[in-house]
């Protein structure tokens, strides 16, 4: 079986930009997190996604924002970019349903500059 | 006080030591308890999931939950130059999924 993928693996943006980062959860699994992971703060959570409804959000800033599509598929946005946001991001994917058993994916690493 | 602490290390040992690694959660109402292993550049890999207190075994790594001093272990037996990673605690919240993670650990096996 597949793992989780994300897309793209590595992003350089300018400060005031915005970037779409995409995850395709195991084949199966409905619900998919999203975590920032950084040097300082470790890994965050930023918000979780079943059957296309966001069902729980981390303490960011509104310009962090996501949505997952009928096929389980998610994106997350982040809206004018600062030099903070630069981490790397983790997608998570489970099977819900009593199993907390969560799997990440390789991560899209972010730099802004 | 944080929910969950880790010891970040670094922590070296030679090949083939026995090697322990810990975490502190706060919240009583925890039940189910990971550890997660992260190579460098990687995303976090499920190494252990355990339930409520006691000791899971697979292969050389045992899970070890205490609930009644919130401490929760992973120990690794002859330790391998390829265990060199960073190692994560996490917990899910009471009646959610999502994970509180400990700073992790970054351990350095030594040939």
């Known amino acids: 079986k597949a793992g989780v993928t994300q897309t793209p693996r590595y992003l350089i943006k300018t400060r005031g930009q915005q970037v779409t980062l995409s995850c395709s959860p195991i084949?199966?699994?409905?619900?998919v997190s999203w975590y920032q992971q950084t040097p300082g703060q470790g890994l965050q959570f930023l918000f979780e996604y079943f059957s296309e409804t966001q069902r729980n959000k981390g303490n960011f800033p509104g310009r962090f924002s996501g949505r997952q599509f009928s096929n389980s598929r998610s994106e997350m946005n982040v809206s004018t970019l600062e030099l903070g946001d630069s981490a790397l991001y983790l997608c998570a994917s489970y099977l819900d349903g009593g199993s907390y058993e969560q799997y990440f994916g390789p991560g899209t690493r972010l730099t802004v500059t | 006080q944080k929910e969950v602490e880790q010891d970040p290390g670094p922590l070296s040992v030679p090949e083939g030591a026995i090697v322990s690694l810990n975490c502190t959660y706060s919240n009583s109402a925890f039940q189910y308890f990971m550890w997660y292993r992260q190579y460098s550049r990687k995303g976090p890999e499920l190494l252990m999931y355990?339930?409520?207190?006691g000791n899971k075994e697979d292969g050389r790594f045992t899970a070890q939950v205490d609930k009644s001093s919130k401490y929760i272990s992973l120990f690794i037996r002859d330790s391998q130059p390829s265990d060199s990673a960073t190692y994560l605690c996490?917990?899910?919240?009471?009646?959610?999924?999502?994970?509180?993670f400990g700073k992790g650990t970054k351990l350095s096996v030594i040939p």
């Open positions: 355990t339930y409520s207190s």
């Open positions: 996490a917990v899910p919240g009471a009646g959610s999924y999502q994970l509180t």
């Open positions: 084949s199966g699994h409905r619900s």
